[in-house]
């Protein structure tokens, strides 16, 4: 049974950083992982992922403040958030697939971590 650990979060001011760790572990192989998030009151949404072959998406609202990494060998994923703003408050979920994509249904999800900027 595959298990998805995250780590990090928190509350930080707006401006400031924070980094988000996620492992998949019991895995066989390498696997496509990333990150969603859900603020109060809405959907949830994708943010950053990065492919089974190393190819990286970030969504453009997130684009220039948030870096997505990921260590194959580890199969651990890292979401490196800058500039930090109200508007990234959620709670953030990290996902991991064996299949080459992350899509918006991934197979695993981890438990959600609490990210709150305050202005």
């Known amino acids: 049974q595959v298990q998805v650990v995250q780590s990090g979060g928190g509350l930080v001011q707006a401006g400031n950083s924070l980094r988000l760790t996620c492992t998949a572990a019991?895995?066989?192989?390498?696997?496509?992982m990333g990150w969603f998030r859900q603020a109060p009151g809405k959907e949830r949404e994708f943010v950053a992922g990065i492919s089974r072959t190393g190819s990286s998406q970030v969504i453009d609202s997130v684009k220039g403040r948030f870096t997505v990494s990921k260590d194959n060998a580890k199969n651990t994923v890292y979401l490196q958030m800058n500039s930090l703003k109200p508007e990234d408050t959620a709670v953030y979920y990290c996902?991991?697939?064996?299949?080459?994509?992350?899509?918006?249904?991934?197979?695993?999800w981890g438990p959600g971590t609490q990210v709150t900027v305050s202005s």
């Open positions: 019991r895995t066989f192989g390498v696997y496509a």
């Open positions: 996902a991991a697939d064996p299949r080459d994509v992350l899509t918006t249904t991934p197979t695993y």
